[in-house]
């Protein structure tokens, strides 16, 4: 069994930065894609960015092509989403998945089978 939990969430004017964490404990021996995805009140669920299991291929939604970036560090068991440049509309929970199903990096997060508690980002205008 995997666990995520996600860190460094928190409240921040538009144009400053937050780095998020997302840290796996359990039994993470398996090679996994990992994504982000975020939801704002009264809205679905979207996706935000996913990096494959060696790092080396990274995906992101149009709205954050250019301000966010993916990473990971294996040995670690972390991934990492450091965003840049925040807008008032990227205010949501953010949270980070785990795909084991050894597929392309996916969008849909139904793909996703373990998921995280989310952390709450907020943008301030």
């Known amino acids: 069994q995997v666990q995520l939990l996600e860190s460094g969430g928190g409240l921040v004017q538009a144009g400053g930065s937050l780095r998020l964490s997302c840290a796996a404990s359990g039994r993470t021996s398996s090679s996994y894609v990992m994504g982000w995805f975020r939801q704002a009140p009264g809205k679905e669920r979207e996706f935000v960015a996913a990096?494959?299991?060696?790092?080396?291929?990274?995906y992101y939604a149009g709205s954050v092509k250019g301000r966010f970036t993916i990473s990971r560090d294996n040995a670690k068991k972390t991934v990492y989403l450091q965003m840049n440049n925040l807008k008032p509309e990227d205010t949501a929970v953010y949270y980070c998945?785990?795909?084991?199903?050894?597929?392309?990096?996916?969008?849909?997060?139904?793909?996703?089978?373990?998921w995280g508690q989310g952390t709450q980002v907020t943008v301030s205008s």
């Open positions: 990096i494959s299991w060696s790092g080396g291929s990274s």
């Open positions: 998945a785990a795909d084991f199903s050894r597929g392309a990096m996916a969008t849909d997060f139904r793909t996703y089978e373990v």
